[in-house]
Structure formats: C-alpha cells, structure tokens
C-alpha cells in the first residue's frame, strides 16, 4: 500500500493445495498415513498382472511421446469439457521446451501406462529437492477401470521416496481425489489491486471480486465451470469455422 497509495489491496482465499509430508518410513505411511495408499499397492500389483507397463520418461524420450500424451488428454474429461492443456500449439511446445530444459537437468518426469501397446494414462511432475509436485494427469476414460491414472500416481510417489522426497504437493485444487491422497493443504490467496476510484472499485468486482465469491459456493462454482466450458467450447467452433 505505501509505494501505491492510490491503489486499495484485496486478498481472498482462492482455493487450497493438498500436500502429503510424511516424516516415517514408508511402510508406516501405508499403515498409518491416507488409506489410498494401502488401496494403490494392491491396485498397482493388478495393474501389473494383466499385462499393464508403466514408463518413466525425460528429456528428449519424453518428447518423443507427447502426442501419445495429447492423444490421452482427449479421450479423458479434460476432452469432453474442452480443458485440454497440451494438444498441438502453445500448450504443447510449453511442455515440449520444459522438458528439452527442466528434464534433462532430472527436474521435469513423464510417466507413462500402457496395455498392449496402447498408452492410456499419463502423469507429469516437478521434481525439486525432497518434494514432488504433480503438475497434469489424465488418463483414456475408456480404461477408467484399469486405474491406470491412479497406478502412475502411486508409482511417482514410490519412486520419489526412493530418491528421499518426502512431500508430495498436488499444486492446487480441492478436487476429492487429490485429498484422499494427502494429508494436509496449503490455503492460496489471490492479491488484487485497483485504483481508489468508483471506476477502479467497478473494475474489480466486474473481473474477480464476482468471480471470487462465485468460488466460494460449492453449487455456483459448477455453474461457473459450466459457463466456462461453454465459452472453450464456443471458442474452438470459431476457431475452427473461420
């Protein structure tokens, strides 16, 4: 506030981050930590004994395969709502630069499921020192019964402890899945700042203080998604009918 005095500050809660820390060892967090856990080691040994790979992937052999990881992403429900993040364009080449940098310093993984040849699920991670954060996950929902997303996600996990991490952070999103794998969560704020003025006070509430409150309500937020989607989905018919 002082080196702007002309601006009034916000700061509301947005949404929260689930995190798993663990200070034991690895069986006592199968036994005392979240029950998914205990779930996934018997799930991953099914995975395994019809027939399912899983892959850990960097660098340029991650590369490789990122139309494998497109080609999930729209056969999941990020496909149906129009939420795709790495089809061809920006999205992609984010990743594909991310990974020719950040992965082959070991930063940056891809994992990778298949059956038969076919990929069906795929997980991205952050690796800092003692802490993985999942990035994106999605999984070909014509296999949801194989669990194949979830599989990748306990074998990240497995593998990071081997390397002594001892944090796994989902980033953001309050969604059921991510907090039955954790244990705790971080709140995150969103700071905004507009002029002192009846323009300036109009101006936020009209671009984020509605938004923010929306956010709050659990039946409002889906209408908020819903009108989302429509507009993603609005946008690609334009894009695609010029």
Excluded at 2 to 30: K, M, N
Excluded at 94 to 112: M, V
Excluded at 203 to 216: E, F, I, K, P, T
Aim: net charge positive; charged share 25%; proline share 3%.
């Amino acid at each position: 506030g002082a080196l702007l005095p002309d601006f009034e500050w916000t700061r509301t809660r947005w949404t929260s981050a689930p995190f798993c820390s663990w200070e034991g060892d690895w069986e006592s967090l199968h036994k005392h930590g979240p029950s998914w856990f205990r779930e996934m080691r018997k799930r991953r040994r099914r995975f395994f004994k019809d027939g399912g790979t899983a892959t850990r992937l960097s660098g340029a052999e991650a590369i490789a395969r990122l139309e494998a990881v497109a080609a999930i992403e729209r056969e999941s429900w990020k496909g149906r709502r129009a939420s795709t993040r790495l089809q061809q364009g920006t999205g992609q080449e984010i990743l594909r630069h991310a990974l020719a940098t950040l992965g082959e310093r070991g930063e940056l993984q891809l994992w990778l499921a298949e059956v038969d040849g076919r990929a069906i699920a795929f997980q991205i991670d952050f690796v800092l020192p003692g802490r993985l954060l999942h990035y994106q996950c999605a999984f070909d929902a014509r296999f949801g019964s194989r669990r194949a997303g979830a599989v990748l996600a306990y074998l990240s996990l497995e593998h990071g402890w081997e390397a002594g991490i001892r944090e796994f952070d989902y980033l953001t999103g309050d969604e059921p899945y991510k907090l039955q794998r954790t244990n705790a969560t971080r709140p995150i704020y969103q700071l905004a700042a507009y002029r002192r003025t009846l323009r300036g006070k109009v101006a936020y509430w009209q671009l984020v203080g509605a938004r923010s409150h929306l956010r709050q309500v659990k039946a409002l937020r889906a209408v908020h998604a819903g009108f989302a989607w429509l507009r993603r989905w609005a946008g690609r018919l334009d894009a695609a009918h010029p």
